[in-house]
């Protein structure tokens, strides 16, 4: 029995030495005149832009090569930025719009009994287009909503809540330009209107990656994925540009781009921060040029007009994290703005709660503001501006 096992071991092993060993690179063999060929072996799954010598870029490099020729990086990579911390957006305020017509003022009482039975106001609030007051307090008695104002006194008014949209905060170089979604889409798989949708939907404030544009139909398109591109309506730029503006002294500033309604904030020659803002909508432009923060208030009441009969009267309760740049226009956090990325305002830089607080914490009196407009469209000549109330 031991024999005949050490027979059968002996002849497995001499059948196992002597096989033909198979080529290693060997992919397919063909019979040819001129003798057997061995094929070349498949690359790994890599950028190759030019043919490799010892490998076929096929299978998934000839994808990635066909993503990479689309201007598209590999590997595909996330921003490099993450958003400011949620706590930014908390205050120890709340506030509430006022709703009442333009000729109807509004009244404020001693105390809270008073205003529920509407009984001997001590003060009014100027009748306006826009009013907002600030409160620490409220109550529902009623049916009706009361609040307290800073002050002690009470009225009554709806509380409300503030957009949470906020930009991004980064700690390395981004590789390509990048925005945000304004209003829904669908993409479609080539520039143009022709093109087929590819059957995906963007939200507004999606946070989107450009890697190209391309005219086509009239307007501009950004190529946003692989087969994958948005017209220039639906999206809002920041187009990385870390070279400092004329007359930048000390490596920091604030750029808006009043044409894609985007800020970015460049600190030793870096990008740190961008997001989507409001400004100044015709005839109230923010003004273009190179400014600097001269004041800068935690909480700022605005208030004022602009047409003649005084018919659009606001009343802007403690604005948070105001920073004046130019006369009365300012950075300031907009708590009665619903959506950025769109002209909105009479002047003003308005911010998020979120992304001012950021700003706030960020700049310095003194630092340099670029307001500046890539289309051209907005006037530059300084004599159409002048100091006037702003928000």
């Given at each position: 029995?031991?024999k005949?096992?050490?027979?059968?071991?002996?002849i497995?092993?001499?059948?196992?030495?002597?096989?033909?060993?198979?080529?290693?690179?060997?992919?397919?063999?063909?019979?040819?005149?001129?003798g057997?060929?061995?094929?070349?072996?498949?690359?790994?799954?890599d950028?190759?832009?030019?043919?490799?010598?010892?490998c076929?870029?096929?299978?998934?490099?000839?994808?990635?090569?066909?993503?990479?020729?689309?201007?598209i990086?590999?590997?595909?990579?996330?921003?490099?930025?993450?958003?400011?911390?949620?706590d930014?957006?908390k205050?120890?305020?709340?506030?509430?719009?006022?709703?009442?017509?333009?000729?109807?003022?509004?009244?404020?009482?001693?105390?809270?009994d008073?205003?529920?039975?509407g009984?001997?106001?001590?003060?009014?609030?100027?009748?306006?287009?826009?009013?907002?007051?600030s409160?620490?307090?409220?109550?529902d008695?009623?049916?009706?909503?009361?609040?307290?104002?800073?002050?002690?006194?009470?009225?009554?008014?709806?509380?409300?809540?503030?957009s949470?949209?906020?930009?991004?905060?980064?700690?390395?170089?981004?590789?390509?330009?990048?925005?945000?979604?304004?209003?829904?889409?669908?993409?479609?798989?080539?520039?143009?209107?022709?093109?087929?949708?590819?059957?995906?939907?963007y939200y507004?404030?999606?946070?989107?990656?450009?890697?190209?544009?391309?005219?086509?139909?009239?307007?501009?398109?950004?190529?946003?994925?692989?087969?994958?591109?948005?017209?220039?309506?639906?999206?809002?730029?920041?187009?990385?540009?870390?070279?400092?503006?004329?007359?930048?002294?000390?490596?920091?500033?604030?750029?808006?781009?009043?044409?894609?309604?985007?800020?970015a904030v460049?600190?030793?020659?870096?990008?740190?921060?961008?997001?989507?803002?409001a400004?100044?909508?015709e005839?109230?432009?923010?003004?273009?040029?190179?400014?600097?923060?001269?004041?800068?208030?935690?909480?700022?009441?605005?208030?004022?007009?602009?047409?003649?009969?005084?018919?659009d009267?606001?009343y802007?309760?403690?604005?948070?994290?105001?920073?004046?740049?130019?006369?009365?226009?300012?950075?300031?956090?907009?708590?009665?703005r619903?959506?950025?990325?769109?002209?909105?305002?009479?002047?003003?830089?308005?911010l998020?709660?979120?992304?001012?607080?950021?700003?706030?914490?960020?700049?310095?009196?003194g630092?340099?503001?670029?307001?500046w407009?890539?289309?051209?469209q907005?006037?530059t000549?300084?004599?159409?501006?002048?100091?006037?109330?702003?928000?």
């Open positions: 029995m031991l005949r096992a050490t027979f059968l071991l002996t497995a092993f001499l059948l196992f030495t002597f096989t033909p060993a198979s080529p290693v690179n060997a992919a397919i063999t063909t019979q040819s005149d001129a057997p060929y061995f094929g070349d072996v498949v690359c790994a799954p950028n190759y832009r030019q043919q490799s010598l010892d076929l870029p096929l299978g998934p490099s000839q994808s990635i090569n066909s993503i990479v020729t689309q201007g990086p590999y590997p595909i990579l996330d921003l490099p930025a993450a958003h400011p911390s949620p930014l957006a205050l120890n305020i709340g506030f509430a719009k006022i709703n009442i017509d333009n000729s109807t003022q509004a009244a404020i009482y001693g105390s809270l008073a205003a529920v039975n009984e001997n106001p001590t003060r009014y609030l100027q009748a306006g287009a826009t009013i907002y007051v409160f620490v307090s409220q109550m008695v009623n049916g009706g909503h009361y609040v307290m104002l800073s002050s002690g006194e009470w009225m009554r008014a709806s509380p409300g809540d503030f949470k949209f906020s930009g991004l905060v980064f700690h390395a170089a981004p590789r390509n330009n990048f925005g945000w979604i304004v209003d829904q889409t669908i993409p479609r798989n080539a520039p143009g209107y022709a093109s087929p949708e590819i059957g995906k939907t507004r404030e999606t946070l989107v990656q450009i890697y190209q544009e391309v005219e086509m139909d009239g307007t501009t398109w950004y190529q946003t994925g692989f087969d994958e591109w948005i017209e220039r309506r639906y999206i809002r730029q920041v187009v990385v540009n870390t070279t400092p503006p004329e007359g930048v002294t000390n490596n920091r500033w604030i750029e808006v781009n009043l044409y894609e309604q985007t800020l460049y600190d030793n020659g870096q990008l740190v921060f961008a997001t989507l803002v400004t100044g909508a005839p109230y432009f923010t003004r273009p040029g190179l400014h600097q923060i001269y004041l800068k208030k935690e909480l700022e009441t605005m208030t004022g007009s602009f047409a003649a009969d005084k018919s009267y606001y802007l309760a403690d604005v948070p994290y105001t920073m004046y740049f130019d006369d009365a226009r300012a950075l300031h956090g907009a708590y009665w619903a959506m950025f990325g769109y002209e909105q305002s009479h002047g003003c830089v308005n998020s709660i979120i992304d001012s607080h950021w700003l706030y914490d960020w700049a310095k009196e630092d340099y503001v670029y307001v407009d890539p289309s051209g907005t006037p000549d300084p004599s159409f501006y002048s100091n006037i109330s702003a928000y």
